[in-house]
C-alpha cells in the first residue's frame, strides 16, 4: 500500500489510534507524518459510533468491499485477500462484566502492510494486553507481528478457559463420587460453552493454518512460523474440547443412573412400607365396621390388646422382610 498522511486517520473517533515505532512501541499518529510500511498505524474503531461509522463509509483508503464488512454482523472466522489487503474475522472470549464468556465477541481485521483497521462492537481483552505490550515498548513491530500478537493473545484467553471449564467438569466428577447431582442447569451450561468454542474455534485454528501459509508481503517467515505455532496450540485445545464433550456426555449419563437409582430406593421404600402395614390396615378396616359381635368390643381391655396384637404383626413382618432379603 502507498504512503499516505497521518492527517486522513485523523476524524476516525477511533478508540485507539496509534503509530507503531517499529522499535515494539508506540507514538501518537501525527497528521504531517508519512504513513509506510516501517511504522504502520493502527486504528481501533468501535462501529456503532456515529463518527467511526461515518469514516470507514467515506475514507479513500478502504475498498468499497471492505466497508460494510468491517461493520457487519458477526460471522463465523475467516480470511479473505483483497488486493493489496486482507480481512480477517476473529472470535474472542467475552470477559465483559455481566457476560457469559461463551457470548464470543468478534473482532474484524483489514490489514496492510501500512495500515491496521480492527472495528468491535463490545471490548475485546485480548486488544487492549496487546495495546499493553506496546505502551511498555514490547509490542510488535509491524503490520505482521501485530497480528501474530493479536492471535497469540485471542488464543491464550481461550485455552484459559478451555482449562476452566476442564476444571468444572473434574468437579462434576468429583462431586458424583460421593453422590452428589449437580444443581439443574450446571451441566447443560458446560456443554454449551463446549459446543459454542468447538463451532467458532475450529475456524479459527483453519484462519491460522491458513495465514502461516499464505505468502502475504507483510508477514515474515518468523510470523508465519509463530502462526502456525499458534495454530497447533488451538488445535490441541479443540481436542480437549471433543475428549470434554465426551466427557459430559459420560456425566449426563451417570447423573441419569444416579436419580433413577434414588428413585427406585425410594419407591422400593414406600412399597415396603406398603407390604409391611397392608396386614395392620385390612384388621383396623375388619374391626372397625359398625355391627354387632365385634371380638373384644364389650372389654374394657379390648383396645389395648387389639394395639399389642397390631404391633407384634408389624414386627412379624418386618422381622420376615429382613430374613428374605427386602430390608
Known sequence: MKPFEGKVLQDSEAVHAYQLDGKGGIKPISAEGVVDSTAPCWLHLDYSLPGSARWLNETP????????LLAGESARPRVTRLGEGTLITLRSINLNADSRPDQLVAVRVFITDT???????????????????????NGPTDSGSWLVCVAEALTDQTSEFIDDLHEKIIDLEDDLLEQKIPARGTLALIRKQLIVLRRYMTPQRDVFSRLSGERLAWMGDDDRRRMQEIAERLGRGLDDLDASVARTTVLADEITSQMTEALNRRTYSMSVLAMIFLPTTFLTGLFGV???????GGSSMGFITFCV?????VGGVALWLKRSKWL
Open 61 to 68: 483508503l478502504l475498498p468499497d468491499g471492505i466497508r460494510n
Open 115 to 137: 495500515l491496521i483497521i480492527s472495528t468491535r462492537r463490545r471490548k475485546i481483552a485480548a486488544i487492549n494486553d496487546v495495546l499493553t505490550d506496546l505502551q511498555e515498548g
Open 290 to 296: 359398625n355391627l354387632g359381635g365385634i371380638p373384644g
Open 309 to 313: 396384637m397390631l404391633i407384634v404383626l
